[in-house]
T-cell receptor, first 112, second 116 residues
């Protein structure tokens, strides 16, 4: 069974703080995606990473794909209240025929 | 990009009844996906629906419980049959951007189902 472990499960921080969310597996990913979901809405894609060691930046968000393509991280700098939401990593595993496996999610609350 | 709408947005149903959820996409797509998101949990794929063929169900999900229709390239329905409180969940419809490689997935807003 291909599993994605995401940590931490919950994160409550003050505005202006930095944070990192991790996504790990024992299996190799073909690609990995990060989504953000707000209450009452479906997940919205933030980024897709496909190359080992790849780093992508989206304003204050930095996404990294591990060299071995078994892990990824999302780092948010100077968090804002608008960053509050559920962050989900989702991976397509090598040989997994396009099936997207989701991590359990990290519920982030940023307080003013 | 794809814009997806779902109906109903939420419903409260009695156990033993069935609910059909509709998913409408603003463009033609080959594959549509139905996910379940139980309270406080992540997304679990229920089935993949291709137009003109039987849906493909994931382990733990069966057609009798979750029948799916896919009459055309822009529409699908998921029925939750003979509901129990354990079926209380958010049900999400998803489509993929056509193309090769790492396709982008778009999600509908979800249908929040509560079974009493």
């Amino acid at each position: 069974t291909q599993l994605l472990e995401q940590s931490p499960q919950f994160l409550s921080i003050q505005e202006g703080e930095n944070l990192t969310v991790y996504c790990n597996s024992s299996s190799v990913f073909s690609s990995l995606q990060w989504y953000r979901q707000e209450p009452g809405e479906g997940p919205v894609l933030l980024v897709t990473v496909v190359t080992g060691g790849e780093v992508k930046k989206l304003k204050r968000l930095t996404f990294q794909f591990g060299d071995a393509r078994k892990d990824s991280s999302l780092h948010i700098t100077a968090a804002q209240t608008g960053d509050t939401g559920l962050y989900l990593c989702a991976a397509v595993f090598s040989g997994g025929y396009n099936k997207l496996i989701f991590g359990a999610g990290t519920r982030l609350a940023v307080h003013p | 990009s794809a814009v997806i709408s779902q109906k109903p947005s939420r419903d409260i149903c009695q156990r033993g009844t069935s609910l059909t959820i509709q998913c409408q996409v603003d463009s033609q797509v080959t594959m549509m996906f139905w996910y379940r998101q139980q309270p406080g949990q992540s997304l679990t794929l229920i089935a993949t629906a291709n137009q003109g063929s039987e849906a493909t169900y994931e382990s733990g999900f069966v057609i009798d419980k979750f029948p799916i229709s896919r009459p055309n390239l822009t529409f699908s329905t998921l029925t939750v049959s003979n509901m129990s409180p354990e079926d209380s969940s958010i049900y999400l419809c998803s489509v993929e951007e056509p193309g090769q490689g790492n396709r982008r997935k778009y999600f509908g807003p979800g249908t929040r189902l509560t079974v009493t």
